[in-house]
């Protein structure tokens, strides 16, 4: 496309988001310098290429699915948080927070209040992650709540019960075999098979003591699952453009968007319902952006509005809280370190 139907095409999305109103020729001509019959003739030539719609004859314009999407990715043009609003935000996230699910929470629930849309956050086991401490704790007759500990931060625990009475013997055997075999290994590397071998590696054991291993790998799995939460539902409800069907079909199944998520780059990532069936909420978008700690991806932050969502102003919201996240989750760490090495 030529220039002037770029601008167009860029004025009639931005008018469209400010208004929720087809657009008209004469609301274009305050950003392009063209008689109204010249615009409308190339509102026209943008409908037949896809990238506008007319909801009925006598009706003005409104970009389609390939409209937003040349938008986004060609000529929207964010601008800057000033240094105002970047102080705003750090407030938003108080420093004396100093746990992952504490930060990551408090930006999830800054960002929904900002941009009354819904935010989510899907977080990973990052690859480095080990298992620090596994603990077996009698709590009552045949009853065992196993306690995991990973070197993230992360705290599992499962209640297990076995079939047949435990000794001392039997615990103290399993604490030494599980401190052999499973401490200050990385998560990703259990699987199926180190099970198995584990298994054949109790012996005699295996009958008494295989229920309470399988525990373990089962809270291992659930480590290593993104976890997703979500903030500012309501504003969704709220939302008129949005069927309130699909909002519920997506909070039954909001652990689907780690599909989505999984194969975005770094940086900001938009996705609009159209590009993928597996996403329920119709005419709607989601922007995302990844997070990191210690140089590894820690998760995503992101939000879900209607397709209609003023891009300007979210995009750098989600870019700011994002690397915001990482700042405070690395900065956390160097503390941590700096403690350790004081200590010694």
């Known amino acids: 496309m030529d220039d002037r139907k770029m601008r ?36 026209a030539e943008l409908e037949k290429q896809g990238y506008l719609e007319q909801p009925h004859t006598s009706a003005g314009r409104i970009p389609t699915y390939n409209g937003y999407r040349l938008y986004v990715d060609q000529l929207i043009t964010t601008n800057p948080l000033s240094e105002e609003e ?11 927070e100093y746990s992952e699910e ?13 941009t009354q849309t819904a935010t989510f956050v899907s977080s990973e086991s990052p690859q480095f992650s080990v298992i620090s401490k596994v603990e077996v704790i009698p709590t009552g007759k045949r009853l065992y709540v196993l306690l995991l500990i990973a070197s993230d931060g992360k705290i599992k625990n499962r209640t297990c019960r076995v079939e047949i009475d435990l000794t001392k013997e039997n615990l103290d055997y399993l604490s ?40 373990v790998f089962d809270m291992t799995r659930e480590l290593k699952q993104h976890e997703v939460n979500v903030e500012g539902v309501g504003n969704l409800l709220s939302c008129r453009e949005i069927d309130q069907g699909d909002i519920i079909s997506f909070m039954d199944h909001r652990n689907d968007i780690r599909n989505l998520l999984d194969t975005s780059f770094s940086g900001i990532h938009v996705l ?10 119709g005419n709607s978008s989601i922007i995302s ?38 700042e405070l989750l690395s900065s956390d760490d160097e503390n941590n370190e700096g403690k350790e090495s004081e200590d010694k």
């Open 86 to 96: 970047k102080e705003l935000l750090d407030g938003m996230i108080p420093k004396d």
């Open 8 to 43: 167009i095409l860029a004025a009639v999305v931005d008018e469209y988001i400010i208004t929720g109103e087809p657009v008209g020729s004469k609301a274009i001509m305050k950003y392009v310098g063209a008689s109204s019959a010249t615009i409308r003739n190339e509102m």
């Open 289 to 326: 952006s990844g997070f990191s700690k210690n140089g590894q991806v820690a998760g995503h932050l992101g939000l879900i509005g209607p397709m209609r969502i003023n891009y300007k102003k979210v995009i750098p919201y989600v870019e700011y809280f994002a690397e915001k996240i990482t």
């Open 176 to 215: 030494e075999f599980l401190r052999e075999n499973l401490e200050g290994v990385p998560i990703n590397l259990l699987s199926e098979e180190m099970l198995s071998k584990l298994e054949t590696a109790l012996g005699t054991y295996l009958l008494t003591l295989s229920p309470l291993i399988r525990g």
């Open 272 to 281: 609009f319902s159209d590009e993928d069936d597996s996403f329920v909420i």
């Open 102 to 114: 504490g930060i990551v929470k408090r930006a999830t629930t800054a960002l929904a209040e900002l």
